[in-house]
């Protein structure tokens, strides 16, 4: 299957600062990317969707101001969590749809990254 | 409002068991059907999916059952193993449109 990476697996920060969360597509171009929140045994909580070159589309209830989203490149998007505060603690997880062939369609996600603020 | 509906919500089941996790969904429009499974602190992975056109995908123990006019579709996972124990999530999404939607998903315990 395609990979997607990741970076970083964990991070523990300071409240009040920022956290830049990487995700790549290595072996296919992805015009969408999606970008999840998962608490501990829930499911998957959709937060945002970005597309290249166009301004991400945030789900109801998530602030577009504090989770920026930046999606470069076909094989780069990358979320910031500003000002972080404990609250905003948890899993985040990328995923990203191949556009172009052998995986076309496709949805392949990253391997997460849990974000400890304290 | 759910878009796929997934139960249940937890199985326990002996080892060289069949595991089966159902899914169903309203809107017809879909047509892609994945199945997605996560261990604790790793990202979901894309495991088997459907389309439509075919009642039935197996790919080595595990095995979609698809269900067109009852709009439901199941996992199966055969000869159930320890390393098998994860939460398996089914998904949906339309072929031109741009979201996937998840079921909530099915934390699977198989015991030895």
């Known amino acids: 299957g395609a990979v997607v990476s990741q970076h970083p697996s964990w991070v523990i920060c300071k409240s009040g600062t920022s956290v830049k969360i990487e995700c790549r597509s290595l072996?296919?171009?992805?015009?969408?990317m999606f970008w999840y929140r998962q608490f501990p045994k829930q499911s998957l909580m959709l937060m945002a969707t970005?597309?290249?070159?166009?301004?991400?589309?945030?789900e109801q209830g998530v602030e577009k101001d504090k989770f920026l989203i930046n999606h470069a490149s076909l094989t780069l998007s990358t979320l910031t969590v500003t000002s972080a505060h404990p609250e905003d603690s948890s899993f985040y997880i990328c995923s990203a749809r191949a556009a172009d062939s052998p995986f076309y369609e496709k949805l392949f996600f990253g391997s997460g990254t849990q974000l400890s603020v304290l | 409002q759910q878009q796929v509906k997934q139960s249940p919500q937890s199985l326990i089941v002996q080892k060289g068991g069949i595991s089966i996790i159902n899914c169903a969904y309203e809107n017809t429009a879909f047509d892609y059907f994945p199945w997605y499974q996560q261990f604790p602190g790793k990202g979901p992975a894309l495991l088997i999916a459907?389309?439509?056109?075919?009642s039935e995908k197996k790919e080595g123990r595990f095995t979609i059952s698809f269900n067109k006019s009852a709009k439901q579709f199941s996992l199966h996972i055969m000869d159930s193993q320890p390393g098998d124990s994860a939460t398996y999530f089914c998904?949906?999404?339309?072929?031109?449109?741009?979201?996937?939607?998840f079921g909530t998903g099915t934390s699977l315990t198989v015991i030895p």
């Open positions: 970005s597309n290249e070159g166009s301004k991400a589309t945030y």
């Open positions: 998904a949906a999404s339309y072929n031109t449109g741009n979201q996937f939607y």
């Open positions: 072996d296919f171009q992805a015009t969408t």
């Open positions: 459907i389309r439509p056109d075919v």
